[in-house]
């Protein structure tokens, strides 16, 4: 399978991902991930997945419903505003690669229990090489503690955080074997979705819902917390861009 076909074949999950960089880094590491990868199923003995991660091209079918179950976890959580739009990104991300060692080098042919630290070690290595442009170090490090986590209780790290909980339910829900089938995992249904597109807020009407200005507008933390503000407009890899962004609009107009 060459670069283009694996690209088509994830055409629909990487339409989840609203950031262009983000996007790019994502299909590099689809297009470099080892052959068996798009051959193999989800597990060596079908045990612990549904029929529809079984046999040829199993493991690539799981990894679809799981970027699905992530973007709509996801959806929920920007909605709850316990992240942003770029988090979830990055988190569709980790669902696209949270098995992509899955069976390591792959002379094994069976599914290696290292293989959440062996996709954190291929995600590092494929940043070092193409991705120092496309997304910072920071983030790089976010989606390589989410995928080192995403096996729940029955690895180590276990998930902590609210994201690296949110992939290990995803993979979790995707893995149960009650799931009977989803129909855009079907081989030749990779048409791309609409993206989500997050509530908009105003540099007048946003209120921080976070940090030491919780609750004030933009202007009310300025005039409270200047160097605070200034501070997030300029941190490099801040996990909220969308407010990031508005607190640079605000700077930028005075």
Not at 176 to 191: M, P, Q, V, W
């Amino acid at each position: 399978m060459n670069s283009t076909e694996r690209i088509k074949l994830f055409q629909r999950e990487l339409s989840y991902i609203t950031d262009n960089k983000l996007k790019e880094f994502a299909k590099i590491l689809i297009e470099n991930a080892d052959d068996y990868f798009f051959e193999v199923p989800a597990s060596s003995s079908g045990k612990y997945h549904p029929d529809f991660a079984r046999g040829n091209g199993g493991l690539v079918r799981h990894t679809k419903a799981v970027a699905y179950f992530t973007n709509e976890f996801a959806r929920a959580s920007i909605e709850l505003k316990k992240i942003d739009r770029y988090k979830a990104d990055l988190l569709v991300i980790a669902a696209i690669a949270h098995d992509i060692k899955k069976q390591g080098d792959g002379m094994g042919k069976h599914t290696v229990s290292e293989h959440p630290q062996l996709a954190a070690d291929y995600i590092d290595d494929m940043w070092n090489k193409y991705g120092e442009e496309l997304l910072s170090e920071e983030s790089m490090n976010f989606i390589c503690e989410v995928v080192e986590s995403h096996m729940g209780p029955w690895c180590k790290p276990v998930p902590e955080t609210h994201e690296q909980l949110l992939v290990f339910f995803a993979d979790y829900t995707a893995s149960r074997k009650e799931i009977l089938g989803l129909d855009f995992i079907e081989d030749g249904d990779n048409e791309e979705v609409d993206a989500y597109i997050p509530p908009t807020y105003t540099v007048e009407s946003y209120k921080f819902d976070f940090g030491k200005t919780k609750g004030m507008t933009i202007k009310e933390a300025y005039e409270k917390e200047p160097g605070y503000i200034k501070w997030m407009a300029n941190k490099e890899g801040f996990g909220n861009v969308e407010v990031q962004n508005l607190v640079k609009e605000y700077l930028n107009n005075l």
